[in-house]
């Protein structure tokens, strides 16, 4: 044996690695998305798959071109490990599932350049690049992002009949369109009729726990987004804190207005399972970037975007406020991160040594 | 592990990681002694502290257990020849550090004999007064065999002067791969006990915990059962989980008491000794005989026949990878060679390194087992806030490092670090975060050095300038002194010549 062989650089201990790496994050994260992908393609049919499809290949398309642009060398390994595919995922998850083609080319150019890459690429951004680009859409483009289509509307069209709607960006049929039931609340409340009266009228499958019922692309399938948050709370890719912080922020205040006055409120459980409260919950307000990095930091992150949600949905302009209450809080998380800082062993809050405790004997 | 912990893990307690530990199967092969090799290489500095002094000749003779080179100043400990033969040269050597720097050794060429020195033992050392066991204990130049090779005698002292109340014993050995601790506690937990009560003796402590974590099933039955007759020693599981074994953390665990940031385990009455120390010291008081062999692991998946070994200080990790069974198709799929756990342990740049006190194992990792690959960007995803047993931030510090807001850094805490590697050993992204806080940390000790030099500088210049100043002033005031008297005998001697009565 040559002892003198493979002589290299010397490399800093740990020598081991627990085999984490983004990429295999990030896929853990995509395949919690899956069961409710699906459910959302035989709920919406194939123009909901065309537009899940762009809105991906628009996400890796910019950042290749960003990455390009930035002059990186890595632009292959960079795109392997997945982030961008999950943003492009996340994005149309919350739009509506009919929407056009530009809808995606579009909000893939927010997400990525204007809100990862300007910033600097992977975890380097202040907000979430998803919500980034459904705010941003939903701002600027108020009329395609708010057409929902009833779910398993016949008749159903063929791929070809799907390809030519998506890419001519028709209007969704009128007999073919639904209202949600956040929204449709809204729009009765404003016109003065009370709740009791609007849910009495409406079907029962819209508050269905199979989720039947109009909405964005993710938001039918909010107890498959709640059993794929379980997957990645078990395979540790998450963790419990913000997820429930958000459910409860929003759930405790509304079942609290509810019980004052039911017809003014909606009850707990149909904003539980409305909007993107669980998408957002388990996939938006656990991202790593965006969110806080200590555990009562995301509690509080976490109870925030929950009551925003609910303050935007009761009595804000619009019927649902997910997205923005997550850009609100992600504002707020390099504040956070600041104030709220795990207590050092040894030293008290604020960083002093400890004192000795009794009886020691250097006292 | 109780409800308590449990709840608190729940909340953001759970510090540390839990390696895959592959101590077996070369915890539970059996121990092998290696024979005395031809040439053992003695670093004089095998210790934490100032090097010892060689206090023998080249081509002098020495018998086993003779003092090679004597401690020189309050912390640093002796070296003595492991086996008899002569002292062939005093040359460097390449220490048993990454820099592959070299330091110097002494070398001994065994002579075959083996035969033993003057040894002077004690039948009952719990009738020494327990300076006379640190001292003998100095003498014989016991370290901490855990790996910090801190001088033993040195923290005796200090205890009992501090008057500590506990001893704990630390049987954690957390780091993966590691197991010499593991088969000392299965094959000789009688003597351990007993160096154990000879170290409490020495200390003053009233009671001893000891730490196994509860990986190591046989070394805790085999611990409690020997210290079953002693009432003040108590054995206690521990939860596998690294770094279990740091002091302060094995502190708390144990004891519950959580160490202040600016002090010692002493000053809160308590001082932590490895379960190796402990036999180290049975064989210095009992039998007089000096620290010149320790219990190693030789492990990794390039290795042959991984196992734990008795080698003779200052044999080169080359001869024991030799009697281990060699590396598999001659080191060829080797991807890294260790000093120590992977954790912490340190990387050489070849083998031909000595054995010296503080060697708890040789490792040869294969690439499957080695950490690598290219850093990619930090997601913030906050596993090293998890994990760190500290309570840092490190992602936060390594983005202000290599921003080098070094001083950013220091505001959140790196000089609490204790460079566990759980950190890095989490990173999805590969970050080598310890890297960074070793860098750091030198960066700022190098800059407190510099500080310090220009304050003196400042100081002296200052001071001249002050008694440059007073000098002249003291001149001046001399001159107008003497002025003033010329001019007093002018005028009397003026007067004399008008003749006016004085």
Same mark, same amino acid.
């Given at each position: ?56 290949? @628009? ?51 927010? @997400? ?77 409340? *404003? ?10 009228? $409406? ?12 909405? *964005? ?37 509304? $079942? ?11 009850? $707990?459980? *149909? ?13 938006? $307000? ?6 806080? *990095? ?70 | ?6 709840? +608190? ?8 990681? &839990? ?6 199967? %070369? ?45 020189? /100043?309050? =912390? ?24 592959? !720097? ?44 855990? /790996? ?14 501090? /008057? ?43 009671? =001893? ?16 059962? %020997? #210290? ?19 002091? +302060? ?22 001082? =932590? &000794? ?70 912490? /342990? ?10 010296? +006190? ?26 090293? =806030? ?52 070793? &860098? ?11 500080? !310090? ?5 400042? +100081? ?41 009565? #004085?």
């Amino acid at each position: 044996m040559n002892p003198n062989a493979f002589a290299a650089a010397p490399v800093a201990s740990p020598h081991a690695h627990g085999g984490g790496s983004v990429a295999r994050t990030m896929r853990h994260v995509q395949l919690a998305l899956l069961p409710a992908t699906l459910h959302g393609f035989w709920l919406y049919g194939w123009p909901s798959f065309l537009l899940w499809l762009l809105t991906i290949l @628009a996400c890796v398309g910019w950042e290749a071109l960003a990455l390009r642009l930035a002059g990186g060398r890595r632009v292959g390994a960079v795109l392997h490990d997945g982030s961008a595919l999950l943003t492009g995922w996340l994005l149309a998850m919350t739009l509506p599932p009919w929407a056009p083609w530009w809808v995606a080319v579009v909000g893939g150019f927010i @997400a990525i350049v204007v809100g990862k890459q300007v910033f600097g690429g992977l975890g380097q951004n202040v907000f979430n690049p998803a919500m980034v680009a459904r705010v941003a859409l939903l701002v600027s483009f108020p009329l395609p992002l708010t057409q929902w289509v009833a779910p398993l509307a016949q008749p159903a069209p063929g791929f070809v009949d799907a390809l030519q709607r998506f890419l001519g960006g028709a209007p969704v049929p009128d007999a073919m369109t639904s209202a949600t039931l956040l929204g449709h609340a809204r729009t009765e409340l *404003s016109r003065g009729v009370d709740l009791m009266q609007v849910l009495a009228g $409406a079907p029962p499958s819209s508050l269905s726990w199979l989720g039947e019922r109009a909405g *964005s692309f993710g938001e039918a399938g909010a107890l498959l987004l709640l059993a794929g948050g379980g997957y990645l709370l078990a395979v540790g890719v998450i963790r419990w804190h913000a997820p429930f912080a958000v459910l409860a922020g929003l759930a405790v205040p509304a $079942a609290i207005a509810h019980a004052v006055d039911p017809a003014r409120y909606l009850d $707990a459980g *149909s904003h539980l399972l409305s909007g993107a409260a669980m998408l957002g919950a388990f996939f938006i $307000a656990t991202d790593y970037v965006t969110s806080p *990095s200590t555990v009562p930091g995301r509690l509080l992150f976490g109870a925030g975007v929950g009551l925003l949600t609910w303050i935007i949905r009761s009595w804000g302009g619009y019927p649902e406020g997910m997205a923005f209450a997550v850009l609100l809080m992600n504002a707020l998380t390099p504040t956070i991160d600041r104030c709220v800082r795990p207590r050092i062993l040894g030293r008290d809050r604020r960083g002093r040594p400890l004192d000795l405790p009794p009886g020691s004997p250097r006292q | 592990m109780g409800i308590l912990t449990t709840f +608190k893990d729940w909340f953001g307690n759970d510090w540390g990681v &839990h390696p895959d530990d592959r101590k077996r199967p %070369a915890a539970d092969a059996a121990v092998r002694v290696m024979p005395v090799p031809e040439r053992l290489w003695l670093p004089l500095q095998q210790h934490l502290g100032a090097p010892a002094r060689p206090v023998v000749l080249v081509g002098q003779r020495v018998k086993k257990g003779q003092l090679l080179a004597e401690a020189q /100043g309050a =912390v640093s400990a002796p070296v003595h020849a492991p086996t008899s033969g002569t002292v062939a040269a005093i040359a460097e050597i390449t220490a048993p550090h990454p820099s592959g !720097l070299t330091l110097p050794a002494i070398v001994v060429d065994a002579d075959g004999a083996d035969e033993w020195g003057e040894r002077v033992g004690c039948a009952d050392p719990f009738a020494l007064a327990p300076d006379e066991i640190g001292r003998r204990v100095a003498a014989a130049g016991v370290v901490g065999l855990g /790996g910090a090779a801190f001088p033993s005698s040195v923290k005796l002292a200090g205890a009992a002067r501090a /008057g500590v109340a506990t001893l704990i014993v630390n049987g954690s050995e957390c780091e993966p791969y590691l197991s010499c601790d593991d088969r000392l506690m299965r094959d000789a937990a009688a003597a351990i006990v007993d160096g154990i009560r000879i170290m409490r003796h020495a200390s003053g402590a009233a009671r =001893v915990l000891v730490g196994i974590e509860d990986n190591k099933p046989e070394a805790l039955a085999a611990m409690a059962a %020997a #210290a079953a007759s002693c009432a003040e020693i108590r054995v206690c599981r521990v939860p596998a989980r690294y770094p279990m074994g740091s002091e +302060k953390q094995l502190i708390q665990a144990l004891s519950g008491i959580e160490v202040p940031a600016d002090s010692r385990p002493a000053d809160v009455g308590v001082i =932590v &000794h490895n379960v190796g120390t402990a036999l180290a010291v049975r064989a210095a008081i009992r039998d007089g005989q000096p620290l010149i062999s320790r219990l190693l692991t030789v492990n990794g998946g390039c290795v042959v026949a991984p196992g734990n070994i008795e080698v003779r200080l200052g044999t080169l990790a080359a001869d024991v990878l030799a009697f281990a069974g060699g590396l598999h198709g001659d080191g060829l799929g080797l991807a890294r060679r260790l000093l120590g756990g992977p954790m912490m /342990g340190m990387q050489i740049p070849h083998w031909r390194v000595p054995v010296v +006190k503080g060697t708890s194992g040789i490792l040869a990792l294969a690439a499957d087992e080695a950490a690598a690959g290219d850093a990619d960007p930090c997601i913030r995803c906050a596993s090293c =806030v998890r994990a760190c047993p500290v309570g840092l931030l490190p992602l936060e510090m390594s983005a202000r490092i290599r921003n080098d807001a070094l001083d950013a850094a220091a505001a959140l805490g790196l000089a609490d670090c204790i460079a566990c590697g759980c950190c890095a050993y989490v990173c999805p992204s590969r970050i080598p975060l310890v890297q960074y806080f070793q &860098h750091a940390k030198g960066e700022l000790a190098a800059r407190e050095r510099a500080r !310090l030099r220009t304050d003196a500088t400042r +100081k002296l210049a200052a001071q001249r300038q002050e008694r440059l100043a007073r000098e002249a002033s003291e001149k001046a005031a001399a001159a107008a002194r003497r002025k003033a008297e010329r001019a007093a005998q002018q005028s009397a001697a003026e007067k004399l010549v008008q003749g006016e009565p #004085a």
